[in-house]
């Protein structure tokens, strides 16, 4: 099953939640360890601790079994050692695979834009079928791949011509400096012939 982007985004924020609770258990752990080496000062010299001083060991200890518990039901797998820095390391390279995947599903959006416009001229338009040929073989290769490599990352964030083309066929909204710039863009980049025919609205993304 593909996960959808609600879930993944519900699972990146069940991440970062935990993610927040460990580093303020990693702070009340290093308070409670400053405690217990005065405590062990103070019994050497003969005063007891603070009662309080159990209550909290206690409280961390619990918190930090919920936590640990939490983390290896999200993330599954193999047992993750039952300690702090464990625990956030596992959930550090979690994040970090969320993330990954999340930037190649952009990228794939993108890709299966291009793979799917439309030229209205009537026959074949080589200039977009080598284009489209193009897309997917690089669909083919991200599916395929575990690894961002530049191509994805300028994919998902905006910057690559693909981009810019879906940009130049749909976006009715740019203001004529930014038209002129995408256009000139997509010419330079992909070709004239794309850039004209996308202009004239022959190529158009089905809805």
Request: proline share 5%.
């Amino acid at each position: 099953m593909v996960a959808t982007p609600t879930a993944e985004s519900n699972k990146m924020r069940e991440v970062n939640t935990l993610l927040e609770e460990g580093r303020r258990l990693q702070n009340r752990l290093a308070d409670l360890g400053a405690a217990l080496r005065q405590a062990a000062a103070e019994l050497d010299e003969g005063r007891p601790p603070s009662p309080d001083l159990a209550a909290s060991l206690v409280e961390v200890s619990q918190a930090f079994d919920g936590l640990h518990a939490r983390v290896q039901r999200l993330l599954g797998g193999g047992p993750i050692e039952p300690l702090l820095p464990k625990v956030l390391e596992a959930l550090e390279a979690h994040r970090k695979a969320l993330e990954a995947a999340a930037l190649r599903q952009q990228a794939l959006n993108v890709l299966e834009q291009v793979s799917s416009l439309v030229y209205r001229g009537g026959e074949e338009f080589l200039p977009l079928s080598a284009v489209q040929f193009d897309a997917l073989g690089l669909m083919r290769q991200q599916k395929e791949s575990t690894e961002l490599n530049a191509t994805v990352l300028a994919l998902a964030n905006g910057s690559h011509p693909y981009n810019l083309l879906i940009k130049l066929v749909v976006d009715k909204g740019m203001s004529n400096e930014e038209w002129v710039r995408v256009y000139q863009q997509v010419a330079q980049e992909i070709g004239q012939d794309i850039a004209v025919a996308a202009a004239r609205g022959q190529i158009v993304l089905p809805e």
